[in-house]
């Protein structure tokens, strides 16, 4: 009962919808603008972060070269200038698209980024993929059923789901079907052989089904396939148990909702309720909370990426961490930022999209 | 904790609520017991050390199978599987309560001043909460490693790094939920109340605001539990953990067992695998089940409008 | 004809974790074609449940026992719905008897299109035919609940429309099914005054050029007398009196019918009888010059002109009304002087000093009640620390011991027992806890009282007695006070003198009886002509000629 609320004005019509459509895209250009400080903090912090234990030239090498090598190093890379300039000259150069040199293997961190960012990208449509057909039916069917049998089912295998580290979920997975059975690969993007032949293709995308399918070649797109299974279900059922419970929660409290007993009132029939009437209100909160964990996906494909050698920027951090080779872990890092805010701005243009409360 | 939550928990409700939701709680209570005994009891229940690689009968040896001598055989360095489990545990619990302490502190402080006093000062912290809570709380947690003990996990700083890390991810979350509490309890009539008395800002903080907006902490902290748990694993399993002679770690156990496993060695990976699994389907299963209970709108049995004696719906 | 519903000895009880709660004990009723029955009742007495069960909608934890039966007016109804199949019931649902909500807003899906939900209905049962034909008989029926141009409002999103036209979607979506019966809980409880109004007299016409009947929910007398053909009283999950209308206010047969009738404040019978206490002569305690108040938009966007160079004095010992309808800024006006919102221009004076950011001087000498008395109190202090709390805070040096005397004193005074002293407000009822509120409000014997609908969250029986309480305390203490409300005929029993607000600013200002008896400005006028008053036989006569007939002066 906020006396603000009390005192706005009541919902006046919309006087055409010419002038409400401006109102969207004002709302998309203010919701882009806010990327930039999303990433500046994140990069800046990092930043901050990796300088306060030291130079990663001292990092990597500290202990293997003489303090005069270090230092002719060290002056070389611009390292041993005042902090603030070296944070005026990164961001400068991150504002031109250059992210660096990796300093154990030299090579520039857009390259590394280029290189396994296709892999990465590749695992998450297949988690994703794998959430959406896991999650989304079985979030509908447990709170059509709540608290009866399925829905107990339903609701113990979310939380298992997440209880399970992705990791170890992907150790399983490879023992009983990969050594146990099998029947599946148990590491890698695709079969020595397979890879070779992908990389010699004219033009290359580096999504290796996407390139397997364009080959036409029948032996690869299996292979590729079958490499897929594994680590795009290891991260797909750490998203699907999260969308389940989250389709799940939203479901029931729109089912109970004053416009839906309005709609059953007038005798719409219980499983439309739920698929027409209730479905489409419930997602708004879903698509929302989603946004917010894809920031938890890029943390599992890290993880996922390590325990199934799938060489995706997730892997290569990893080695990159046990390599002490900083300015490439930094870039990777500041990619993610970028990729988690570009995300959750397309996270809330579609959930305005589905809301027309936001929407006119 | 667990003390806290069990003196928390209705118990009227706990005895006529839903079937399901009563077997839920019960198991994560369960679950959450054997693993905090499991802990405090460590030294006593495991056979070996976690870092002891002989005994009187000489080496342990590598990758032994599972037997009389070693239940779950032993690890490639040629530790004895059961033992590390059972002290991992104890890792695990100290972990938790650090990150924990470490994050709820400084995370309920600023929320409660920032979203009671607004301003700039708030748009400031809610930007950089905005930001890290974007962040995956798993690379936060290796920058701040890197940071804390420069990526060398030494023997003295180990978990309190590992701790650490854990906690600066929690920092923004306990700074949200709280702050978004704080801001929905300031615009309570019982507030304006407060202003219009003239009370000062610092009295109605800590009178009227602050008590009535960390009654969900106990929910969240169990979840967090979950995180601190599966966050250091992950940080484990990256190498950023704590080395095998300063404690026993499910997550780095669980790296050592990735070779194990393609050669068909199990018991080396599941063990701590399911340490991690059942610690944190203990915390989960405690945390949903005090949700339910909280939670009206989720119940069943009790969201029966009982029509008040004489007008007033309660206030609670 | 006979009758479309039939209701033979209905109970109702919920499970609740402390066993089975009865929430209806007992009724019966019937409603003929075309007639208009009004279940009457306050809070906790069972009307909604009851209305509720007429569809099949009570929630899953209810009970029921007897018999509801609905029929198509052609027959003695025979189908119950309790005891229906899943089919059947909905079969029922909309044809036989369709509901209206409370609040049209929460009552529409916000993500979907009025037609599309309008045509949702007629699809379940098959009616309309093709797509575009449901959506032309969509596009008719919100023309024929005056829906102004129906062939655009068809495509809009429920947030497009008003809370009015909403109200009407909802209605429209009752009649498009050819239901025989709408049953209408509280349909204009969430409505402004005029609003309701307009809603009432659409209930009229469904009525009148649709031949159908209504089963009206409300607590409402002037509803009541306004529309119904019948009325049943309840109290408690029972009937207690059933009554044509005219017989009931007229000659009300059951104490408890009397005493509600008697706890209802009859509009245009001329307010209490009291000295002139005001003090023209004083000092004013609030002038309030070309006073406004901004709330800042969102992200950029336009801000809200609450407030828009208002004037006014509020002198010592005079109760000043100020009435108006939703966003017309009366709350805002009473916040602005317990300091609460930031005054964006004008001046502001109390007690004769400009007001300033230093507040703590001014403080003590304002009390405030708060309209809702469930959230107006810490859940975790008790009554008593409360209602110390001003004390605590300007005369600690009283001491612990001095101040619980007070805060014991200040209970007796708004005659709560003692025994409540140590109760947590969630252990008192509505009434007692607003009583509680009056305390702390004046626990520092303010110059000046600012009561925000301190009475509208209540049943109107504990509204009379609170009202009894403010007249008595105001008596005895000689306070101002500011008493914002939306209620006319609240205000005319209070208030010495009325300010009507409209959109911000004051559409007329004057002696109550004379505002409100002989109301001068437009505005003033169509507020007056809408409330219905609690008197059928008034009220018909009001309806030939609203503005004309107005209220006759004391």
Same mark, same amino acid.
């Given at each position: ?42 990069? $800046? ?241 879903? /698509? ?70 936001? +929407?006119? | ?65 599972? $037997? ?174 704590? *080395? ?73 | ?65 007897? +018999? ?10 025979? *189908? ?72 655009? &409002? ?7 429309? $008003? ?123 609030? +002038? ?12 950029? $966007? ?187 005929? /609240? ?49 018909? &006569? ?13």
């Amino acid at each position: 009962m906020s006396t603000l609320t009390q005192e706005t004005p009541g919902a006046v019509a919309t006087p055409a919808d010419g002038a409400a459509g401006y109102g969207f895209a004002r709302y998309l250009v203010v919701r882009f603008l806010l990327i930039i400080p999303t990433v500046l903090i994140l990069v $800046s912090l990092v930043f901050f972060l990796m300088r306060l234990t030291g130079d990663p030239i001292s990092a990597a090498f500290g202990d293997r070269l003489t303090p005069d090598q270090l230092q002719a190093k060290l002056h070389q890379a611009g390292y041993d200038r005042p902090l603030p300039t070296q944070y005026l000259d990164y961001l400068r150069s991150l504002a031109t698209g250059d992210f660096g040199r990796t300093v154990t293997d030299n090579q520039p961190v857009t390259h590394v980024l280029g290189t396994y960012g296709a892999a990465t990208v590749e695992l998450a449509c297949y988690a994703l993929l794998v959430a959406l057909v896991i999650g989304v039916p079985l979030g509908m069917v447990a709170a059509a059923h709540r608290d009866r049998a399925p829905d107990a089912a339903l609701r113990l295998f979310a939380i298992l789901t997440y209880a399970t580290p992705v990791f170890f979920v992907g150790l399983l997975l490879k023992l009983v079907f990969a050594i146990w059975l099998g029947w599946l690969p148990s590491s890698g993007r695709a079969s020595t052989g397979v890879q070779l032949f992908l990389q010699d293709q004219t033009s290359t995308t580096g999504v290796y089904l996407i390139d397997a399918l364009r080959s036409g070649d029948g032996t690869a797109i299996t292979d590729v396939l079958r490499h897929a299974v594994l680590p795009g279900l290891a991260l797909g059922l750490l998203v699907a148990g999260i969308l389940l419970r989250l389709v799940r929660t939203n479901l029931i409290g729109t089912l109970s909702a004053d416009y839906i007993d309005a709609a059953r009132s007038r005798g719409v029939a219980p499983l439309r309720l739920v698929t027409h009437h209730a479905t489409r209100p419930a997602l708004i909160p879903v /698509v929302t909370v989603l946004g917010l964990q894809i920031a938890g996906l890029l943390g599992g494909a890290v993880l996922t990426e390590t325990t199934f050698e799938w060489k995706g920027l997730g892997y290569e951090l990893a080695h990159y961490l046990t390599v002490r080779d900083f300015p490439a872990v930094q870039g990777i890092v500041a990619l993610f930022a970028v990729v988690v805010a570009v995300t959750n701005f397309l996270v809330d243009v579609a959930a305005a999209l589905i809301d027309p409360r936001v +929407r006119y | 904790m667990a003390l806290v939550l069990v003196r928390r928990l209705p118990l009227p409700r706990l005895r006529t609520g839903v079937g399901v939701q009563r077997a839920m709680l019960l198991t994560g209570l369960v679950l959450t017991a054997l693993f905090v005994l499991t802990a405090v009891l460590g030294p006593a229940l495991a056979p070996h050390g976690y870092a002891q690689l002989r005994d009187t009968e000489g080496l342990f040896g590598s990758q032994q199978h599972p $037997s009389g001598s070693h239940p779950l055989g032993t690890t490639i360095a040629g530790y004895d599987v059961l033992s590390r489990t059972i002290w991992g545990a104890r890792t695990a619990l100290l972990i938790i309560l650090a990150a924990l302490l470490l994050s709820v502190v400084p995370g309920t402080v600023l929320g409660l001043v920032s979203g009671y006093l607004g301003g700039r000062l708030d748009r400031l912290l809610v930007g950089l909460a905005d930001a890290l809570y974007a962040f995956p709380p798993l690379l936060l947690a290796i920058v701040m490693s890197i940071v804390i003990s420069g990526g060398q996990s030494s023997l003295v700083g180990g978990l309190g790094a590992a701790a650490c890390s854990v906690a600066v991810s929690f920092v923004p979350q306990y700074f949200r939920v709280v702050r978004a509490e704080v801001i929905r309890v300031k615009s309570e009539p019982f507030v304006d109340a407060a202003r219009v008395i003239g009370t000062g800002p610092w009295r109605i903080m800590t009178r009227h605001v602050l008590r009535n907006s960390v009654r969900t902490l106990p929910l969240i902290f169990t979840i967090n539990a979950s995180e601190a748990i599966l966050t250091l694993a992950g940080l484990g399993f990256l190498g950023f953990g704590i *080395e095998p002679n300063s404690a026993a770690e499910w997550g780095y156990d669980l790296n050592r067992a990735v070779a194990d496993v393609t050669s068909g060695i199990w018991w080396t990976a599941i063990p701590p695998g399911l340490g991690i699994v059942l610690t944190v389907l203990g915390t989960t299963l405690l945390g949903e089940g005090l949700t339910d209970l909280a939670d009206p709108r989720l119940r069943r049995r009790t969201d029966a409008p009982v029509p008040p004696a004489d007008g007033g719906g309660d206030g609670d | 004809m006979t009758d479309l519903l039939r209701i033979e000895d209905l109970h109702v009880s919920f499970a609740t974790d402390t066993g089975p709660a009865p929430a209806v004990g007992g009724v019966s009723l019937s409603v003929a074609p075309g007639e208009v029955l009004a279940l009457v009742g306050e809070s906790g007495s069972g009307k909604t449940v009851t209305a509720r069960s007429v569809l099949g909608l009570l929630p899953a934890t209810a009970t029921a026992h007897g +018999r509801v039966l609905l029929g198509d007016g052609t027959a003695d109804p025979e *189908e119950d719905v309790l005891t229906a199949s899943p089919a059947r019931l909905r079969a029922l649902r909309g044809t036989h008897a369709a509901m209206v909500f409370q609040e049209p807003s929460t009552a529409l899906n916000p993500v979907f299109t009025i037609g599309w939900q309008l045509t949702e209905g007629l699809r379940a049962h098959g009616h309309g035919g093709s797509k575009s034909e449901r959506r032309a008989l969509a596009i008719e029926w919100l023309d024929k609940v005056g829906i102004p141009d129906p062939a655009t &409002r068809v495509d809009h999103y429920p947030h497009q429309l $008003s809370g009015g036209q909403k109200q009407r979607a909802v209605i429209a979506m009752a009649l498009a099914l050819g239901t025989r019966l709408i049953v209408a809980d509280e349909p204009t409880t969430a409505l402004d005054v005029t609003v309701q109004a307009e809603i009432l007299e659409l209930l009229h016409r469904c009525r009148t050029d649709f031949g159908t009947a209504v089963l009206l929910i409300t607590h409402n007398m002037g509803v009541v007398a306004d529309l119904a053909d019948r009325v049943a009283v309840m109290r408690a999950g029972q009937v207690v009196e059933q009554a044509p209308v005219r017989d009931l206010f007229a000659a009300p047969a059951a104490p408890y019918t009397r005493e509600l009738l008697a706890a209802v404040p009859d509009f245009g019978t001329g307010g209490r009888a009291r000295p002139a206490a005001a003090d023209v002569a004083g000092q004013p305690v609030v +002038r309030a010059s070309q006073l406004v108040v901004d709330y800042p938009g969102r992200l950029g $966007s336009k801000g809200f002109r609450a407030v828009d160079g208002v004037n006014f004095e509020i002198h010592p010992g005079e109760m000043l009304g100020l009435v108006g309808e939703s966003g017309s800024g009366k709350t805002t006006i009473g916040r602005a002087i317990a300091g609460l919102t930031p005054v964006t221009g004008g001046r502001l004076e109390l007690f004769g000093e400009p007001l300033t950011r230093k507040r703590k001087a001014v403080a003590g000498r304002i009390g405030y009640v708060f309209q809702d008395p469930a959230t107006s109190f810490n859940p975790l202090l008790t009554i008593t620390d409360s209602i110390a709390e001003p004390l605590v805070v300007h005369r600690r040096e009283l001491g612990a011991k001095e101040i619980r005397t007070q805060a014991e004193a200040l209970l007796e005074a708004v005659h709560l027992p003692r025994a409540y002293a140590d109760r947590y407000p969630h252990e008192l009822s509505g009434g007692q806890r607003q009583r509680a509120s009056l305390a702390r409000a004046l626990a520092l014997r303010p110059k000046l009282l600012v009561a925000d609908e301190p009475t509208s969250a209540l049943d109107v029986s504990v509204q009379a007695k609170v009202l009894d309480l403010f007249a008595e305390l105001q008596q005895e203490l000689g306070f101002a006070a500011l008493f914002v409300s939306h209620d006319l005929a /609240v205000v005319e029993q209070v208030a010495d003198r009325v300010i009507v607000l409209h959109r911000g600013r004051i559409a007329e200002e004057g002696a109550t009886s004379q505002v409100l008896g002989s109301p001068q400005d437009d505005y003033t006028r169509r507020l007056v002509a809408a409330l219905p008053v609690p008197d059928p036989v008034r009220q018909a &006569r009001r309806h030939h000629s609203p503005v004309a007939e107005g209220v006759t002066g004391p």
